[in-house]
């Protein structure tokens, strides 16, 4: 199978998901942004499995409440449930769907040895946004920084976000793979060390 098409009635039910509640950054448009990802490595390096990580992709982050910590299994769990219900048939592997998904509560936290090569790429293709043009990586900030406003307090917020973007400079790899680490690391860099800097 080298990719899955979503019916209609699917694609309704998982956008009106990532409308609720209303989000600055973890809507379909950063969605629609990471399938341009997904696209570049469909046409680059490849999917083992191109329909699982399509998936990946589409649900990531179809269920989230800044400051939750279970945003990710809530995800997870809500296209297990749209995969059984619209896609049975299909030979699609929603363990491996799911487990995609719920990888993304580590982001930071993984070396490239603790993942195979889609779920690396895959990953990659989330934190791409981190070597994005400079407005579009302000814009990227902004919307973090807006989600979490009344979630937790605004010197609390700046601080735990300082630190995680200081701990990205810190690791030798910010990227998974080596296709985005050799095509993004540079500017991923720029963009963290200006960030940092300005949240002193």
Known sequence: MQDVLI??????????AYATP?????????????????????NGP????????????????????????????????LASEHIARWLQGQGIDAA??????????RHGALAPEDVDRDAALFLDCDMAILAADEATFAAYDRGITTEYRGQVPAWLFKLNRRRFLKALLAKPRI?????????????ARINLRRAVTEKR
């Open 175 to 187: 990227f998974l793979s080596d296709w985005f680490h050799e095509r993004l690391d540079a500017q």
């Open 22 to 42: 209303p989000r600055a950054y973890h809507n379909f448009t950063h969605v629609e942004h990471v399938l341009r990802h997904y696209e570049d490595v469909a």
């Open 96 to 105: 491996r769907v799911a487990e995609l998904i719920n990888l993304t509560a």
């Open 46 to 77: 490849g999917w083992n499995q191109p329909a699982e990580v399509r998936l990946a992709v589409l649900y990531h982050d179809a269920i989230y409440e800044a400051g939750r910590k279970d945003n990710e299994a809530r995800s997870a769990g």
């Open 7 to 16: 019916p209609d009635e699917q694609l309704a039910a998982l956008q009106a």
